[in-house]
């Protein structure tokens, strides 16, 4: 039996599709960095194969001590006798930022005889936000096996699941690949294919429909100036009387040390006084 190494830029959602196909609870989050060890698990459709979560890395070359380590298990992985898929998760919404790494593993895994495949994750926003994404022309670009899958939805998991345990794909094309070409190819793959449109100002104008419609827009604005209030009026009262107090009696003290006088009156009625008005 095979096994199944994820790899992938660090977000991409590798340890949320080794949830999905193992049925486990690795930490997941929406920031980078929560992998820092290798998690193994099983495939809940079949427990004699075994699928490995590598952390997350944006390259194979190594700019902290944590990532040297990750690096260096993948290489040991990718080096060993065992029959091995690798399968790179990308993060479709952000193409371009996994790319390199994808190459570079990718020559690897041709060095070493191993099938190297690539997860297209998170097309569910793909295509919730209508953006386009050329799939076929990313696989004959890469030269590898692209799926589209996500991993929250988990549409398209079987079918590269399926792929992942008995597929037979020929090896990746770039065995030979110095890394100048590898970032030159990565960021060529990138500028030609990554989504169309733009997905930060679709989300705005989504939201901006929601914020000043006819309706919805004055629930918002009804909404917002509640809060406000209340946080001025009601939540920041504790506060306020909190340090009101801590004033007047920081006044009282120096006042008590002080003669009486024009001088004393001064401090502890307009500046500790005015402070803690």
């Known amino acids: 039996m095979r096994d199944i190494l994820l790899v992938g830029a660090p977000n991409s959602g590798k340890s949320a599709l080794f949830n999905r196909l193992t049925g486990l609870k690795h ?3 929406n920031y980078p960095g929560i992998t820092i060890d290798v998690g193994k698990g099983h495939l809940v459709s079949d427990t004699n194969v075994s699928l490995w979560d590598f952390p997350g890395t944006y390259s194979l070359t190594a700019v902290s001590g944590e990532e040297q380590v990750a690096i260096d298990n993948l290489r040991c ?3 060993d006798d065992r029959e091995a898929v690798i399968a790179m998760v990308l993060d479709a919404t952000r193409l371009e930022k996994g790319l390199t790494y994808c190459l570079q593993v990718a020559r690897e895994a041709a060095r070493s005889k191993k099938t190297f495949i690539v997860l297209l994750n998170m097309m569910d926003i793909i295509e919730n936000d ?18 589209p899958v996500s991993a929250r939805t988990g549409n398209g998991v079987n079918t590269a699941e399926q792929a992942m345990v008995s597929g037979e794909f020929d090896l990746p094309p770039w065995a030979e690949t110095p890394d100048v070409l590898i970032s030159g190819s990565a960021q060529q793959i990138g500028d030609r294919f990554s989504p169309k ?10 939201l901006d429909h929601w914020l000043l419609g006819t309706v ?13 209030f209340q946080a001025i009026f009601t939540w920041a009262a504790p506060l ?18 002080m003669p009486s006088g024009m001088a004393a009156d001064f401090i502890n009625d307009a500046i500790f006084g005015g402070l803690g008005a």
């Open 130 to 147: 209508d953006l386009e994404l050329d799939i076929a022309g990313l696989q004959a670009a890469l030269g590898v096996p692209v799926f």
């Open 216 to 228: 919805s827009g004055g629930i918002a604005f009804v909404s917002i100036m509640t809060l406000f």
């Open 27 to 29: 930490k997941v989050a």
């Open 197 to 206: 449109g733009d997905l930060l100002v679709r989300r705005q104008a989504r």
């Open 77 to 79: 992985a990718l080096n």
């Open 240 to 257: 306020m009387d909190g340090v009101e107090a801590v004033v007047l009696s920081m006044g009282g003290l120096v006042a008590s040390v």
